[in-house]
Nanobody, 127 residues
Framework: QVQLVESGGGLVQAGGSLRLSCAAS????????MGWFRQAPGKEREFVAG????????GYGDSVKGRFTISRDFAENRVYLQMSSLSAEDTAVYYC????????????????????WGQGTQVTVSS
């Protein structure tokens, strides 16, 4: 089992920045690819960013490319999502997820690939 706890959400003005953090505990952290998803009211959950087990490969959803950066800290067992140039369209609940994998360089962008999920953290961008 892996437990994921997100933090760092809140209210921010349009154009501002925010950093989300996801703390992982439980099973060996380094054997999981990690990802961030988000779900806005009335919409389906969508892929935001993913990072491989090795940390060397990352991928982003089209709507956040160039604005968001995913990273991971093996020593702290954390994964981060740095968000900048935020707009009202980024308002959503953001979820951290972990995908057990044998492939060090893969990241995943589909919900079905992920095995564990956090409870989510609310990000609200005021325009």
């Amino acid at each position: 089992q892996v437990q994921l706890v997100e933090s760092g959400g809140g209210l921010v003005q349009a154009g501002g920045s925010l950093r989300l953090s996801c703390a992982a505990s439980g099973r060996t952290y380094s054997s999981f690819a990690m990802g961030w998803f988000r779900q806005a009211p009335g919409k389906e959950r969508e892929f935001v960013a993913g990072i491989s087990w090795s940390g060397g490969n990352t991928g982003y959803g089209d709507s956040v490319k160039g604005r968001f950066t995913i990273s991971r800290d093996f020593a702290e067992n954390r994964v981060y999502l740095q968000m900048s140039s935020l707009s009202a369209e980024d308002t959503a609940v953001y979820y951290c997820a972990a995908a057990q994998t044998d492939f060090a360089t893969y990241y995943y962008n589909r919900e079905a690939e992920y095995d564990y999920w956090g409870q989510g953290t609310q990000v609200t961008v005021s325009s």
